[in-house]
C-alpha cells in the first residue's frame, strides 16, 4: 500500500488541511499539540473505523471551537494492489463513506455507506469494527505496521493470531502452507482432547478419568482398612491360640505345686505348741505392762489432786487480799464524795450573788445610757430642721437652667469675634493690617489671614516682599469672600449668642456671666448644705424621732425597777456604769467555772466510787466460789487416797510392778526366738508354696478371660464381613482400573495426537517465521553495535527473549531491556513483517515519534536501516514527530504541519 | 451299601481375580449352583452330601452370603449334609461355623473333631484341618480299621503329597499322605482343596481316592472342574464308584489366535460366531495387524463383550504395523497432517514400551479416522 494524500475537514484544530506524502519518506513534524497525531487518527479513523460510528472518541474529532454537532470529515487516496482508491468518510453531524477507484485521473464511484466500510476492510484485509470504533487489534497487517500513540508497543498473543494477518501460511508462490482440512482436524482433535484436559494440560475434572482415580483411590483406601481388620484378626486369633496353648500348661503346674504343698505340710513338725507359749507370755507381760500402768497413773493421779488444792488455796489467799483493799478504797471515796458535794453548793450560792449584781448593774447602765441618747437626739433634730430650712430656701432661688462656665465663655468669645469680624469689615470689607517688616519686607494680612501671592489660605500668613525706599504703593487684592464670609460669621455668632441669652432669658452676657455665678455660688451652697445634713443623719426627722420615742419609753421603764439592797450597797451609781457592768459580768462568767469544775470533780469521783462498788462485789462472788472449789478440792482427795492409797503406798507397788514387766519380757524373748527359728524352715516354705497357688490361679483366671474376651471379639469381628467387602472393593477396583487405563489410553492418545499437529504445524510455520526472525536479528545487531546479535520471536512475532553476545549465554528476558532498546527492537520488527509482506505489496509504514527513548547513535542507524528498506523492498514510511533534526537523514519530504493547517 | 455326592471348594464369597465386570456375576453363579448339586443328590436318592472343605471363601464372609447357602440348605431338608471346614473356613475361634445360624440347620454336621461319625451305612472319619501350616499328615488321626465292620470313608482337606503339582511333604501347607488307604484300612479318602476333579488308585490300583473339585470352574485354565462326585460303596473293600457329575453353569474358553494379515479378521470372526454361547471368552491374539485394520477389530471386539458373560482379549502380543511411509506416504491432502502422521510412525518404529505403542497407535489411528472423515 502507498497512501498519495490525505485531507481533513473540521477535525479538532483541522479547519481544512490537507498533506501530499512521498512515495518514500514523508517526516510530518511540529511542535506539540500541533495537530500531527490528529493527523494520523484521522488516517486510522478514515480506512479503519464505520462512519456511523458513535464512539465518543468520534464525537470528539468536532472542532474545539465548534458549538453543536458538526460533520468530520477526512479523505485519504491511496494504492492498493497496484490499485488506486480514495475513500471519503463523514462523522458525526452527516455520517457516511464514499469509496471511488481511481482510473485514470478520475474517480469512479464504487460503493457507499455500509457496503462501502466494508469493501474497504475487505481490501485492507482487516477486521470490520463494531459502531463503537475499531481497535488496532482489528486492523490486520496494519496492527504492526501503524504505531499510533495507543500502539506503541508490539501486539502479543493476548491479541490474536498474526498467522492470518500476515499471511505466515503463504509459501513463498502463495501457496498455502495450512489448509482448511488440518483447521478442521485440528479442530476436532482439540474437541475430543478438551474432554479429558483443561486448557493448561491438566486432567479435566468433568473426564470419567479423575472421577474413577478417585473412585479407585477411595475403595483402596477401604480396601486397606479392611485388610487391616482382617490382620487384626488373625492377629488375635494367633495371640488366642497362644494363651489357649499356654493355659492347659499353667493348669498343670498348679496342680503340680498343689502336690508339693500337700508334700510340704506333712513333712513339717507340730509347732503349735510353741506358738501357744510365746502367746501366753505375751500375754504375760503386757498383763505386767498393765499393771505398771496403773500404778503410774495412780500416782499422777495422787499429785494432780495435791497441786489442786494447793492452787486452789493460793488464789483464795489472793481474793482475800484484794477484798480488803478495795474496801478501803471506797470507804475513801465516800469521805471525798461529801467534800465535794459541800463545795459545789458553795459555788452555786456565790453565782447566784454575781447574777444579781450584774443584772442590777445593767439595769443602771441602760437606764443612763437611754437618757444620754434621747437628749443626743433632741439636739439632733433641731440642728437637721434648721439645715434643712436653708436648703429649702436655696432651692427656692435656683432656676431650672444654669448657664456653665463654658457657655459663657463661648459667648464672650464669640462677641470678640463679632467685633474682630466688624472691624475688619469696617475697613474695606477686609481687614488688611500693613506693617513694616525687617528689611523692607512688607506684611499683609488680610482678616488677620496673610497674603500668599494673592492668595489667602486658610491658615498662615504669606510674606510679601516689597522692596522700596519708603513704602509706595502697595495694592492688595482680596477676596471678597472673606467679607461675605466675615459678616455670615458675624450673623451666625449674633444669632448664637442670642439663642444662649434667650435660653437662659438673660438680655446680656454680663446677665448671663452674673447669672452663671450667682447659680453657682446657690448651688455649691446647696450642696455644703445637704452634706453638712448628711454627716448628721442620713435618716428622716421622722425616723430619727421614732427612735428618740423609744429611747425614753425605755428609761421610763428601767426607772421603775427596784433595786436589791445588796446591790445598793456594791453598785454605786457615780461610777462608770459601763465598766461596772463588765466588772460584774466577768465576777459571774469566773464564779459559774469555779461551780463547773467543783461539779465535774463530784462527778468524776462518784463514777470511780460506783466502779470500785462493783468491782468489790465481783470480788467477794469470787470469793465464795473459791472457797467452794477448795472444799471440794478437798474432798476428791481423801476420795483418790481412798481409792490408790497413799503415795507411798503406789510408789512401792509401781517399783514391784516393773520389776515383774522386765522379767516377763526377758521370758517372752527367749520364746519367740524359739519360735522364729521354727518359721523359717518348713513354715517358710508352706507359706511360700500357698502364695505362688494362689498367684498360678490368679494368672490362670486371667488367661480365661481374655481367652474369652478375644474369642467374644474375634467371633464379633468375624461376623462383620469384612471379607467379602473386601472382595467386592477389589473386584470393583479390578474393574475401574481396566476402565481407567482404556480411558487415560484414550486421553492420552488425543493428547498426543494434539501435541504432534501443533509440533508439525509450528514447524511448518517456522519456515515462515524463521526468516522475519533472521531479518529482526540483522537489523538489530546493526543497530545495536552487535550488543544484540540475538532475538527470539514467538508465533506471534513478539520478541521474547535477548541475547547478550560478551557474556556468557546470559540472555534478557523482553521485558528487562531499558525503554531505548525496546522501541528500537518493536521498529524492527515492524520493518521484518512490511519485507515479509513485501513480497505481495508494497507497504506502509507509520510511525508516530518512534525513538522517543533513543539515543541518537542508534536512531542515526536506525534511519539507515530504514533508508536501506525503502530502497530494498519500496517501503513507504510516514513518521510523525515533534524532533526533525532527529530525521533529518530520511529522504524524502519534512513537512511544517503548521503549513499546511 | 452307601451313596453320597462328595463336593468341595464352593468358595462362596470368592473375589474373581481378573474377571473384571464377570467377577460379581461369577459370583453369584456359585450360589446358585449349589441348587445343582443337592438336586443331584436329591435326584440320585443319596444317603448324604459329604462337603469336603472350603465351603466358604473366608470366615469373616458377609452374613448375607451366609443366609443365602443356609437358604438353599433349607430347600433340601431331607439330604444330611456333613461339612469338614477347610483352610479357608478353618476351624478357630472367628469359624463361620460357629455363627448361631448355623446350629438351627438341622440337617447339617459340623465335623470338627477327628471323631468318627457314624452315618447310615457307614462311618466317617473326619480330618479337621485346625491350622494353616503343618507338616503333620492330615490323616494321621485316621484310625486303623482294618479289623472294624463297616464301611469306612475319610474326609480330608489338603494336598496329596507326591502327586502333582506338588511333589514333596517341605512343598505342601497341608499334606495328605497317599500311602493312608493302605495304613489304615479305610474303603475311600474324600479329599477337597484341589478345584479339578481328580481320582487316585491305591496300591492295588483301585481307585479309592479323589477329589472331586469345585463345583463351579473358578477361572480360565481350570480344567475339570464345575463337578460334584456320586460315590457308591456297595461294602466294606469293595472298589468305590467314583461317577462325576456337572454342576457347573458357566462355560469357559481360553486360547490363542493368531492373526496373519487381514483375512484373519475374518477368521476370527468366524471363531467368535463358533462360540457365542460360551459365557466366559479368553483370548490371547498375537502375530500381526495393519493399523488400518485396527478400527475393525476394535469393533469386533467391543460387539462381542456384548455377546458373552466376560469377553477378555488380550492385545499385548499383537503388534499393530504401518507399511513404511516410502512405500505409501500419506496423503490427506493437507502437507501438515501428512508430516503429523509420518512424525508418529517414527515414534512408533522407536517405541517399545507396550503401553506407549497402544498410545501411538491409537493416535495413529484417530488421525486416520478424521483424516478420511473430515471434509471442508
Known sequence: MKVHWVELENWRQHAKTRIDFDEDTTVIYGPNETGKSTVLEALSRGLFDKSNTHAEAIKRIKPLTASGAITSTVRIEFTLNKTSYRVEKNFNLRNGTSLYKIVGEEPILLDQDDSADGQLIQLLEADLPSTRGSKPSQWGAFHWLWAPQENRELPTDKEGDPTAALHLETKDGGGVLVTPKFRAVQHFVQIYHAQYFTKTGKTSKDSLILSTEEEIQTLQHGSVELRDKIKKVDAEKQQLEELQRQLPILETKVIETKEELKKARSEAIDFSSVESELKASEAGVREAGRDVEDAKKALIELEKSAEKIERHQRKEKETRENLSRLEALCEQLEGRQQEIKEKVEEKAMKIRECEELTRDARILWTKSDAEAKTGVLEKKIKRIKLLDDKIEGLREKEVPITPTNKEVENLIQSQTRIEALKESLTARGLAVNVTPGEKGSLEVEVDGERLKDGKLTATGTERVSVGAPGLGKVTVKAKLEQAHDAKVDILHLEESIQGTLSKYAVNSIAELKELSQTQNEISNSIKELVAERRGADERSINEITLELKKFKEKYEEYKKIKRIPNAIKLNPTNVDLGKLVNKREKEEVEARAVLDKARTERDEVDKELIEKKEELAEIRAEQKHLSKDLDDARTQEREIIRQYGSVEFQEKKLGSAEANLEKRSEDCEKIKQRYEELEKGPIYRIKRLEQQIENQEQVIQQQRTSIDQLKGGIGAASLGGAYSDLAENESRIEILSERLEKEQIHAESYKLLKEALEQQYHSALSAVVGPIQEEVKRSLSYVTGFLHADVELNEYLFPTRLGERGFEDISLEFNDGSSGLKEVLALCVRLAVAKHLSGRDSQCLVLDDPFVHVSSDRSNKMIEVINEAIKEYGLQVIVFTHRQMEFAGLTGRMVDIQSVK | ?376
Open chain 2, 1 to 376: 451299601m452307601v451313596r453320597f455326592i462328595q463336593t468341595s471348594d464352593w468358595q462362596i464369597g470368592m473375589k474373581g481375580g481378573g474377571l473384571g465386570e464377570a467377577g460379581p456375576i461369577v459370583r453369584e453363579i456359585r450360589i446358585e449352583s449349589i441348587h445343582n448339586v443337592l438336586k443331584s443328590a436329591q435326584e440320585q436318592k443319596v444317603d448324604f452330601v459329604l462337603l469336603c472343605g472350603d465351603i466358604f471363601e473366608h470366615n469373616m464372609i458377609s452374613q448375607e452370603d451366609v443366609k443365602k447357602v443356609v437358604t438353599i440348605f433349607n430347600q433340601y431338608p431331607d439330604i444330611p449334609i456333613y461339612l469338614l471346614p477347610g483352610n479357608h473356613d478353618m476351624l478357630g475361634a472367628d469359624c463361620v461355623y460357629n455363627r448361631p445360624i448355623f446350629q438351627r440347620v438341622n440337617h447339617l454336621t459340623i465335623l470338627r473333631t477327628s471323631d468318627s461319625v457314624k452315618v447310615t451305612d457307614a462311618i466317617l472319619h473326619p480330618c479337621p484341618v485346625l491350622s494353616r501350616f503343618t507338616t503333620q499328615d492330615l490323616t494321621g488321626t485316621i484310625p486303623v480299621v482294618r479289623e472294624v465292620d463297616g464301611i469306612h470313608i475319610g474326609v480330608a482337606h489338603g494336598s496329596l503329597v507326591g502327586k502333582s503339582p506338588v511333589p514333596t511333604w517341605e512343598d505342601v501347607d497341608l499334606p495328605i499322605d497317599p500311602a493312608c488307604i493302605d495304613r489304615t484300612g479305610i474303603d475311600y479318602l474324600a479329599l477337597g482343596h484341589w478345584h479339578s476333579h481328580t481320582t487316585f488308585e491305591d496300591s492295588t490300583g483301585i481307585a479309592r481316592i479323589a477329589y472331586s473339585g469345585t463345583h463351579e470352574q473358578t477361572k480360565y485354565d481350570e480344567d475339570n472342574a464345575g463337578h460334584c462326585l456320586l460315590i457308591q460303596i456297595d461294602g466294606k473293600g469293595d472298589a468305590p464308584k467314583i461317577v462325576p457329575i456337572k454342576t457347573g453353569q458357566l462355560t469357559w474358553v481360553s486360547r490363542e489366535f493368531e492373526m496373519k494379515d487381514s483375512s484373519s479378521l475374518i477368521e476370527l470372526e468366524k471363531y467368535f460366531e463358533s462360540i457365542k454361547g460360551i459365557d466366559m471368552v479368553r483370548l490371547v491374539l498375537y502375530g500381526e495387524l495393519l493399523l488400518e485394520s485396527k478400527e475393525e477389530l476394535d469393533n469386533l471386539l467391543e460387539f462381542q463383550t456384548t455377546v458373552h458373560k466376560n469377553s477378555r482379549v488380550e492385545l499385548d502380543s499383537l503388534n499393530i504395523t504401518v507399511p513404511p511411509s516410502l512405500e505409501a506416504p500419506p496423503d490427506f491432502g493437507d502437507p501438515i497432517l501428512n508430516q503429523t502422521e509420518i512424525h508418529l510412525e517414527q515414534l512408533l518404529a522407536n517405541e517399545i514400551d507396550p503401553r506407549e505403542r497402544r498410545i501411538i497407535i491409537e493416535a495413529l489411528a484417530h488421525l486416520q479416522r478424521l483424516g478420511k472423515e473430515v471434509e471442508v
